[in-house]
């Protein structure tokens, strides 16, 4: 769109020359030609039915927002734009686009009678076109999607723009054309052209340091005679961005001066003002990407499944996405950014901020991590890779067409018997209780004997106390043996159901002739029935589950008990309406504190779990070995929790290859793979959190019916962490010693409301990945 880019000329003879008085019977009857041949025919229909601002629609961009509300996630719309009343914008762009456009815009009738006159008799004539036109008559063109230079556009912009300055106020009709005018690089509205061109805002209410300045408005106020480059001449004709070429800043740098004259002449500046202001040179680079801003960063995997999460809800259900990407809502995520950064700075292992032990190796190597909070169910941190464009190894989602995306089921191996140790301290199983633990056992009802194509089942791992070994020394070992009887004693549908319960809502199971897992929904039918399709191999972590789907169960368990469903968005309003907001509800597992307090108790043992920061901890490694290899391991995990954080790590292969360190070992478990990321997040994140460790320290557990021989046990070790999972056997030294006593957890945490519905079903479907 051009503006008049004309500076009002001295002023003339009020006489008529004889050339301009022949000139005069052309126009009228061109002007005639006009009213009649368009006027009486089209002028009625252009009056009554073109839209006016109130009918208009604009697209304006959604903004995603982490958890604070005030700093930007992402930008989502076809047109990045973003409205704001004409009273809560300060004076900058106001004066500087009146000086630009039209100058007698606060004493016209916003029509340019002239300027209609002259493309009555330019189109009669086949003379030059004329473009010249008063702000309403430019905002007029926009708002009807009036296209060409033509005589009867111009009537009928006029006949607009007469309607509008009857209809509205002057403000009224600035504050439109503000908040629709294209500024170019994708933005349209100051509001988008400031954030775009320079960061800022318009807003008055920002602090004076964020609000766009007068001599940068003016540069922006500039690009409205020619928002692009012409696509026939961009280097010839580039329009007035400074920063596309040497040619265009001298444009902007002219047009800059030509609307500082105007603003001293209009009375907005000074002459002394005037030669103070200076022309900024702060204008950012040209940003491609700036209307879909940070979507191809680790975050536009989150915005992919906060989209997600608001197609169910009421306000969007069954809308297509350019509802919410073109709505001009504020989404508000459940996303903390100092977490998203402590996360991303662990997990992306292609950073030299991730721990030593996982940088520098092969490029096949990928990490996820996901942190739940305790007691909500807000996702805090979420990394299922580098790319929002790209794969999700973290979880999966639906887009738009119902078709599931993402790869982030992957065998928890060990880590998955959080579950078992869950269910047997609900089911009355003390952790101190003994079970037959040697290398290894048959398990006739589960197939599994000498004589079977799997055979035995084989501890990973010895430990001091074999042959006879409590649980909780099994569970610091590792035990296969121990957790294969477990689960049968228990039966995989109560397994199962506690990690149902916990929050794994799926589960990936091993169907004859597919080549690749199916996902099984595990709220779909009753858990004895669901327990069918996997077999008791599920104990001991064999079929896979998502990284988000394990940290909500983990928080869970740091919430003693109380689950609530994992989600991304925190709010969505529109104009500082309510659209819609989360709703925080809980289920209780049925564990008592006791169960609680023995679960917790015994998983601090891990040493892999242990942090250094003063926070209680709990934990647990896993690892899943490639194919049938006891040597070569493809998948490896931590998961564990503080009292207010949570959160589960895998480190596996985007190609199902083993994990290879690029030295040439295959020395890679859970407790070193994914427990040094894990360890580094939640070290991290607790500090930036900024909360008191005191106030979120562990229960302890009575033992009811021990005896004097049985009441001792080790307390959280402080050495360094083994490979306690690994698929190869090296003993697990521990010494029973007095446990130190906690002081319990905190009273204080959020009163959530209960009895959580179960949430729709959805139907299985096929996802990437290795077995």
Not at 490 to 517: C, F, H, Y
Not at 657 to 679: E, F, H, Q
């Amino acid at each position: 769109m051009r503006g008049t880019g004309e500076t009002p000329g001295p002023a003339g003879a009020t006489t008529a020359s004889p050339k301009r008085k022949r000139r005069r019977l052309p126009v009228v009857l061109a002007v005639c030609v006009l009213l009649a041949g368009c006027g009486l025919v089209a002028g009625g229909y252009y009056f009554d039915s073109v839209p006016t601002p109130s009918d208009l629609k604009l697209p304006e961009s959604t903004t995603v927002f982490y958890a604070d509300g005030r700093t930007p996630m992402a930008k989502l719309g076809a047109q990045n734009r973003t409205i704001v009343p004409y009273d809560q914008m300060n004076d900058s762009a106001k004066q500087a686009i009146v000086a630009a456009e039209d100058r007698t815009f606060w004493t016209n009738r916003g029509i340019d009678f002239k300027g209609v006159l002259r493309a009555a008799w330019a189109n009669v004539s086949g003379g030059q076109r004329q473009g010249a036109s008063t702000l309403t008559q430019q905002y007029a063109r926009i708002a009807a999607d009036l296209r060409g230079v033509t005589y009867s556009r111009k009537l009928r912009e006029a006949v607009i723009a007469w309607k509008l300055d009857d209809a509205y106020t002057k403000e009224e009709i600035l504050g439109f054309y503000l908040n629709t005018v294209p500024f170019g690089r994708g933005a349209y509205g100051i509001e988008a052209a400031a954030q775009t061109y320079f960061g800022k805002t318009v807003r008055r209410d920002a602090p004076p340091e964020r609000q766009l300045t007068q001599a940068e408005a003016m540069v922006l106020c500039a690009m409205v005679k020619q928002p692009e480059a012409d696509p026939a001449d961009p280097e010839g004709t580039p329009g007035y961005d400074p920063r596309r070429n040497a040619l265009a800043k001298q444009n902007s740098i002219d047009r800059w001066n030509y609307i500082r004259d105007g603003m001293v002449k209009l009375g907005y500046l000074t002459s002394q003002q005037a030669a103070d202001l200076a022309y900024p040179d702060t204008v950012r680079p040209i940003d491609k990407d700036a209307g879909r801003s940070d979507l191809d960063r680790p975050t536009g995997l989150v915005v992919n499944h906060v989209l997600a999460e608001l197609r169910g809800t009421e306000p969007f259900r069954g809308k297509p996405d350019e509802v919410i990407r073109d709505g001009g809502y504020r989404i508000v995520t459940t996303i903390d950014k100092r977490v998203q950064d402590a996360a991303e700075a662990a997990a992306d292992i292609r950073r030299d901020t991730a721990p030593r032990a996982v940088r520098g190796q092969p490029r096949n190597w990928q990490a996820a991590l996901v942190a739940v909070e305790p007691g909500t169910g807000r996702v805090l941190g979420y990394y299922g890779g580098d790319k929002g464009s790209g794969a999700d190894y973290a979880g999966w989602y639906s887009d738009e067409d119902g078709q599931a995306r993402g790869f982030g089921q992957h065998p928890p191996g060990s880590s998955f018997k959080v579950y078992d140790l869950a269910a047997a301290v609900r089911d009355g199983i003390s952790v101190k209780e003994r079970f037959d633990s040697p290398d290894t056992k048959e398990f006739p009802a589960s197939g599994r004997t000498k004589g079977s194509a799997a055979g035995p089942i084989r501890n990973a791992e010895r430990a001091p106390c074999q042959p006879d070994c409590a649980l909780w020394e099994a569970t610091v070992a590792s035990l296969n043996v121990t957790y294969f009887e477990l689960t049968e004693r228990l039966g995989t549908d109560k397994v199962i159901e506690m990690a149902r319960q916990a929050g794994v809502e799926s589960m990936w199971e091993t169907v004859r002739g597919n080549p690749r897992p199916q996902r099984v929904d595990l709220r779909s039918d009753p858990a004895d029935e669901v327990a069918k399709r996997f077999s008791t191999e599920v104990g001991i972590g064999q079929y896979g589950i998502t990284v988000q789907d394990h940290a909500n169960g983990m928080a869970t368990f740091a919430a003693g008990g109380k689950r609530a469903d994992a989600h991304f968005v925190r709010s969505v309003s529109k104009d500082d309406e309510e659209v819609w907001t989360e709703q925080l509800r809980t289920t209780d597992l049925g564990l008592d504190r006791e169960a609680v307090d023995q679960l917790d108790w015994t998983l601090r043992r891990v040493r892999a779990a242990k942090l250094d920061n003063g926070w209680d901890s709990a934990g647990k490694t896993g690892t899943w070995q490639a194919g049938k290899s006891t040597t070569q391991n493809v998948h490896t995990w931590m998961v564990g929790w503080t009292g207010a954080l949570a959160s589960a790590v895998w480190l596996g292969t985007t190609d199902g290859k083993p994990l290879r360190t690029s030295d040439g070992s295959y020395d890679v478990y859970g407790s070193t793979g994914a427990a040094p990321i894990w360890r580094q997040f939640m070290t991290k994140a607790t500090e930036a959190m900024k909360l008191d460790p005191g106030k979120y320290r562990f229960g302890e557990p009575k033992f009811p019916g021990d005896t004097p021989e049985t009441a001792s046990a080790p307390p959280p070790s402080t050495a360094a962490p083994t490979p306690s999972d690994s698929p190869s056997p090296s003993p697990t030294p521990s010494s029973p010693s007095p446990s130190p006593e906690p002081t319990g957890r905190p009273t204080s945490r959020p009163t959530l409301t209960p009895t959580l519905p179960p949430p729709p079903t959805i139907t299985p479907t096929r996802t990437r990945g290795p077995r």
